[in-house]
Every structure is written in structure tokens, then in C-alpha cells.
């Protein structure tokens, strides 16, 4: 048994795909690759994959993750080739590793840092926002509602914001950068973050772009110096604390 | 050539996956390339249309000719659909995302009467004129097919062209005629087509009420239009690069059509007539076609399609021999259409040996009696003998369908459903001994439609507040708690029957419904039945004239000119229905 995990693209072509439609999407892909991936037991057999946090609808990604158990070893090289041959536009296999055997639960659970760069279709003063950034972070408390979970919750954003910060404002649009927890533990997602600031008049980000994701120096001990560098390589930068 | 971005749209409708195309296996062809180019459309939403396989296969046929090329489009969801009005953009195919207006045929399939508004819907939003008399001379040709054509006259005034039949046969043909010809010169080439009936050539004389119309040829065009017909389906084309939708579609798996048309002659059932004869795909061509699909889709689903899959003479070794060749993969078979015996449920067990998902069994009426009448040949000895060998097989939840309305019902045939059923109940729980707290009993109810080239066809439909009485006997009568009863609305039913049977003057009511709002009828939460009353009214035609009436042998039909076999055998076949029927 091996566990290979890929880092793959998600493009604009395939940006309004969901998360679980985007799974189906691998398993077929998959599939048709006739890549050797273990089957779970049970009534319903299907692949052993596991997913690293999901990207908003109508975002794309170059930091994405996909781990996969395979029944014989299979160079990674291979995997991410074979992968490539068969999906569809806008997706693609940037590179892939093999996981040192001796860690064999391992899975993405412990990715808990996104950091997307955010474009809005508003205008507003470098200044001005500048100011309301600073506003945002020095409160306490982000309060906002979920409405899509039922009952329906409040969440305070402010500790899922790790950083925040203007790239560029224009007479049209404001690019923004953040770095957000996510994960099961909790987070936050950049249309929330964009909404606090008062942006976009709740539409959708005109571009919303997840450049990196890894596990942050508070992850469980579980994560390996190794992978961190790995992650951390995808986003072309040494991890911060 | 204008090519069109929605992408300022999508943030605001949802799925928006719906209108992005990229899936696998879709084909693009450059249409400078080609003769002529086809926009293939399915009048309903993405995920409804994708699991056509009838569009799937011409849009094969005609993507493997290098003169030809294909693209599809679907009903836009009415949110997709105002936002199209709302910026003034026209809808255009999935694949180039050309404007519809701007292919040479634009080709609508008629699934179901209640599509009709969408047909009409997609015209508009293309911006191509919804009346065929209306369209100049570079507006695309609209041309219709698919099981609804078979009475193409509701639908006769907004295409230009409606191909009576199975489409693979005479796609290329339509094709050929269309391709760098004016349109006049491309109507003249159609209409010489076997099974191509243009109704803009024909006159229309109204009878009397209902659909009591003639249709008769102008000039040349034939007088009666031939239903074309697939001879050997085992060498007709078949897509095995079957496209591989990224939502979850109705049907996302591979599919494999093992048999074609229909022998059992149930009828109230168009299967026979309409979809006939009977043809089978051999185990060869079947095993090799599933494995192409598998290895094109990656797909770990096979669906047999067929209108009764036990019905295949080589059924037990085509499913043997996809088990042990896919099982270990994790790749499942599926069986969508049982029959209510002890072989269908054997075989249900061969492809499901963990998996028990649901049988499902369609005895159509409650009485032997009403069942004979109706020629539904399944006796309560099948259907208890299928319920013990699936229960005691591990299954716990059963669906079964019934018709009400049906020719001859009394009440005591309507008891009868609710008798049948608790005592299948009782059954089950007997045989299932300390399982007994999962029993699932789905009971689905469907008003009896009359539909063209059937027995029936003559019949009346029983009014909308009898089949609504009917359906609160049952309602009072089924209080099992392992029993959930769920039927089709009786106004539905009632518009269903007024289109089935209706004629070019129900074709206005369509218009004049559209008009007034109406889209996605089939959809509960957008079925607007007082808006189709009042463009009855409107147009000073009663829907029951054309649902409720009881018509006569001697009487033209609206849909006489189509010729799906000979008339007086069916109306023979009505006298033995009902001649047996005080027995």
C-alpha cells in the first residue's frame, strides 16, 4: 500500500464546479486512468481518496490537494501523468509525491490555512479602505451568519483571519490578499471577509484565487517537517508560524 | 461569428455548472469546417436533458461525419432564463457557445406534453420567432422528433420540420437535405424524406370539437408519414464516448440500450406502437459496448436500458458475465425496468449481492379483472411470489405503480389497489419475521392518459374532480405506516390528455399558456394551472373536449396522417378490452 498525494490546479474553465461534483470528477478521471487505486469494503465500494479543503463555488486554486491509497506502488510521476491524460480542461496535476510508508493514516485533515488573493468588483480609495482593514482587525468580534446551515448559526470570524491586506485598489475593482484558517476547526471564506469590509454589494468576488494551502505550526503534531515544506514549496515561500 | 459570455451571469443563478460546458467527451468541431451544424436541444433543465440518450445518440452520429457537426443546449432555469432576458442575451449551445439563431438546424426533442412550454421558451430566449410561418429566410430550421412527435399536431405550428420515429435512422438524411441549401429548397429536400412530415404543407380541416381534425397533404407531400424504424440494432450507431456530465445528472452512469420497443402490448402503452418492434442487442456487441463506456467514462454504474430488461432473451448471461468482468472493480450493473415475477427478482440479486437499493413493480391496476382489461400480464401469484423472493433476499423496500382512471374502473377496482396493497403488506411483514420494522412500501398513483396509436386512444379520461375522489379513496384507505402513497396531480394528468390527443387549436392554447407565463410545467412548484385554464378560455377551447371526450372509430384523429400501424387493429384490440371486461 502506498499514499500518493497530488497538488492540482482548479481553472476558470471548471471554477463553478462544486466540490462534491469535482470529487466525482477525479473518481472518473480515475477510473478511465485505470490507475490502481484501493477500493473501501463494504456495501458500497469506492475509492480511498481524501480531498483537502474545498474552494468556494466559482473560485480556482493552485494549491489544491488530492491524496489517493494505492494497491501496488506507482511512481508519482506516473500518477500525475496517467491523471492528466484524462481530465478535463481546467484541471491538471501540477505534481505529485509519495508518502513515507510509515505513516499510513495519514490524510489532509490537518491543512488549516488558505490564502487567497480576492478581486471585487467595487471602487473605493487605497486610503479609505486601508483604514477599514485596520478597523476590522483590531475588533474582537466578526459576527456573522450562516444562513445555508439550519439551525442557523453565528460565527465569529476575527480568529480565522490570520492576515489581511490591500494588493490594489482601483476605480473598478480592489484586489485583496488573506490568509484564513480553515478546516474543521472552523474558518472563514473570503466572500464573508469581502462582505465585512462592506465590498462587492454582495455579489461574488469577480476572481477569487486560492494560491496556497497548508498546515500552520499549530496543526497537531502529526504533521511532518517534511510535508510542511512540501506545502508550503507549492505556494513558492518558507511557511510562516 | 459571435460567440457569447455568460460569465457575468453565473454568479447569480444557481448551479451555474448548468451552462459551462467542458465535460468529458464533448465534442468541438470547428462549424467552418462542416456543411452544416445542428444545435441539439432537450426542452428541460441540464440535469433532466443530460440523461436523454436519444439526443446522445445523434449527436454521435452526426459528430463521427466530418461534414456535420453537433452542440446541445437545454432548458436555462427560469433564474438563468431572466437573467438571459434581463441582459438581452440570446441563448446559445454549450459547446461554442454560438447563438442558437446562428446554427443551421436547431433540433428539439418532445419527451412530454408538459415540455411544450419550454419548447416554445427556448425559441424565444434564442430569438428565433416561436411560429414557424414566421421565421425569414436565415432564421435556422426548427425541426422536432422524439415520442411526442408521433401527434405532431400541438406542436406543428413552431417547427418547421418533425421527424415521425427513431432519429438515428434519419439524421444524416436530414442532414444531407439541410446542408448550404436555401430554406424553401430545404423544406422541399425534407419533405421527400420517409418519416419527415412538414407541416407547413399540409391543410388542416377542424372536424368537430376536440380532436376530431383532418390533416391532408398540399402538393407532393405524402398523405400519410411513416414512422422510421432501426432494422438491425445491433449494427445501429451507439455512443460508447458517452459524455460525462460534472453535475449529477438523473442518470449519471454508462448506459447500454439492450432492447428496443416492446412485445407485452399493454394497452394503454404507446411502447408497442410507438416504440416497436421489438429489437435486441446481441451479448457480443453488449459486452464489447460495455466496456468501451467504461473505459471512455469512467463511470462506476451500468444501466441496462430497456422497457423490460428481463425481457431480453440473453439477459441472465449478459448480466453474469458484466458482474464478474466489473464487480471486482467496483463497478455496478443496474436493471432500471422489472417485471413483478421471480426471475427479475433473481436476476435483481445476481447484480446486487450487498447493495439493496429498491425493486420496483408496476401492476398498474388492483384488480385481475381491470388488469386483463388494461392487458397488463402480471397475476397476484407473480407478485406475491416477486415480494416473498425479494424479501426474503434481504430486500425491505418495494415501489409499486398503479393507474387510476383506467377504462372500465369502477370504485371497487380503486379498493382494490388499497386491498392489494395491505395485504402485500401483511405479507411482507410475515416474511420478513424480526425485519419487519423496516418494511417500505412506495405506492405511486398516475392518472390514466389516452394517448395516441394505443387501444385506448378512443377513451375518455375520467374529469379532474373523479380521478381527485379516487385519489381520496385511497388516501383513506392506506393508513399502513409502512405504506407512503404519492401520485401524480390530477390537473397534470388532465393537461396531459388535452396535448396527448390534442390538435393545431390546442397548439394556440401552448402559445397563449407561454404567453401568459407558463414554463416548466412538470415542475410542481412552476405548474400553473389557472393560467392554462384561462388561456383555454382565452383561445374559446374546452380542455375537455380533447381530455374527457369519448371519440369514435369512424371519427378523424388529429394524428390520423401518422401512420404507427393499422387503426382498425387497434380499435379491435379496444372491443376485446372491453368486451372481456364484465366477464
New interface residues.
Partial sequence: MAQVVCRYRKGE??K???H???K??F??????AELPVE?TQ??????KLSFGPPLP??ATGDAELLAMHLQRPTPPDEVARRLNE?L???LEVVEAWLVPGHRKKETLGDVDVAEYVVAVRDGMEAEALRSRIEELLARDEIVVHRGGARPERTVNLRPFILSLRLEEAGEHEVRLHMRLRTGSHGGARPQEIVSALGLGSG??PARCHRVALYASAEAPAATSPSRRRRWARARGQEPRG | MQVLSYDHLLPRVTKPARYTDGEWNAVHKDAASVRACFALVYPDVYEVGMSHLGLHILYHVLNSHQDYAAERAYAPWPDMADELRRSGLPLASLESRRPLRDFDVVGITLPYELTYTNVLGILDLAGIPVRAADRGPDAPLVIGGGPGAVNPEPMADFFDAILIGEGEEAILEIAEAVGSRSREAALDALARIPGVYVPSRYDVEFAGPGPRSRVTPRGEAPRRISRRVVSDLDRAPFPTRQIVPFLETVHSRATLEIMRGCSRGCRFCQAGGVYGPRRERSLETLLQQADEVIRATGYDEISLLAFTSPDHSQIEELVSQLVARFGRRGIGVALPSLRADTFSVSLANKIQEVRKTGLTFAPEAGSQRLRDVIRKQVSENDLFAAAEAAFSSGWTRLKLYFMIGLPTETDEDVEAIGDLVERLAAFARGVLGPRRGRLQIGVSIAGFVPKPHTPFQWEPQDEVETLQRKQRILQQRLRDRAVKLSWTDARVSALEAAISRGDRRVGQVIARAFRLGCRFDSWGEYFRFDLWQQAFAEAGIDLREYANARLGFDEPLAWDHVDCGDKSSLWREAERALAGAGE
Fill in positions: 474553465a471548471v463553478w464546479i462544486s462534491l461534483d469535482l466525482r470528477t473518481e472518473r478521471a480515475l477510473r478511465r477500493l463494504g456495501h458500497n465500494p469506492h475509492l463555488l466559482g484524462q478535463p480542461p481546467g455579489e461574488l
